[in-house]
């Protein structure tokens, strides 16, 4: 199984901020990569896919890159909507696999 | 609006099968692959399997042996049976629809998740 490793496992940011959270493969995805948010006691909602595309909907603060091993998600002047934990997922092969999610706190 | 709702007992008691149905309002069963995936806190996101709508499935294979998931288009329903169930299959387990375009694909949207709990 293709292991995903996001770090940090948590930040502190304040409303206004710019974050990059950052997703590594265990071996090469190429841009197979997807990002989603989640919220206390809500499911996860998609926010990118293919590393780089922005789902319909939100907002385009959200942003993401890299390919091969290595990712990142952005966002872009932090709101408050925005403090939740955020996982990536490897569509490349079977089995998809998540990464252990990065916690994004309000300081 | 695609919607997704998963349902099922709370409540399962060790070594017993886990029985849950996905059922999808705003869009048909057919063309789509549909995902089942669990979260625990010990163990994060864990994908368990897929059924495309013809019925071909694919499974997690730390966890195949023990799992079916079908589907009944007449119902638009997908369902999950997870057989010999231990306390570490206590989870929130959501179904999920995959999307799919240009040889790319994701998990979207989700159901609200349910509590599974195992234990006697």
């Known amino acids: 199984d293709i292991q995903m490793t996001q770090s940090p496992s948590s930040l502190s940011a304040s409303v206004g901020d710019r974050v990059t959270i950052t997703c590594r493969a265990s071996?090469?995805?190429?841009?197979?990569l997807n990002w989603y948010q989640q919220k206390p006691g809500k499911a996860p909602k998609l926010l990118i896919y293919?590393?780089?595309s922005l789902q319909s909907g939100v907002p385009s603060r959200f942003s993401g890159s890299g390919s091969g091993t290595d990712f990142t998600l952005t966002i872009n002047s932090l709101q408050l909507e925005d403090f939740a934990t955020y996982y990536c997922?490897?569509?490349?092969?079977?089995?998809?696999?998540f990464g252990q999610g990065t916690n994004l706190e309000i300081k | 609006q695609v919607q997704l709702q998963e349902s099922g007992p709370g409540l399962v008691k060790p070594s017993e099968t886990l029985s849950l149905t996905c059922t999808v309002s705003?869009?048909?069963?057919?063309?789509?692959?549909w995902n089942w995936i669990r979260q625990s806190p010990g163990k994060g996101l864990e994908w368990i399997g897929y059924?495309?709508?013809?019925?071909?499935?694919d499974y997690d294979p730390s966890l195949k042996s023990r799992v079916t998931i079908s589907v009944d288009t007449s119902k638009n329903q997908v369902s999950l049976k997870m057989r010999s169930v231990t306390a570490a299959d206590t989870a929130v387990y959501y179904c999920?629809?995959?999307?799919?375009?240009?040889?790319?694909?994701?998990?979207?949207?989700w159901g609200q998740g349910t509590l599974v709990t195992v234990s006697s």
């Open positions: 705003g869009s048909a069963i057919s063309d789509y692959s």
């Open positions: 059924i495309f709508y013809s019925g071909s499935t």
């Open positions: 071996q090469s995805i190429s841009n197979y």
């Open positions: 997922q490897q569509s490349y092969s079977t089995p998809t696999t």
């Open positions: 293919a590393a780089s």
């Open positions: 999920a629809r995959e999307g799919r375009s240009s040889g790319y694909d994701w998990l979207d949207p």
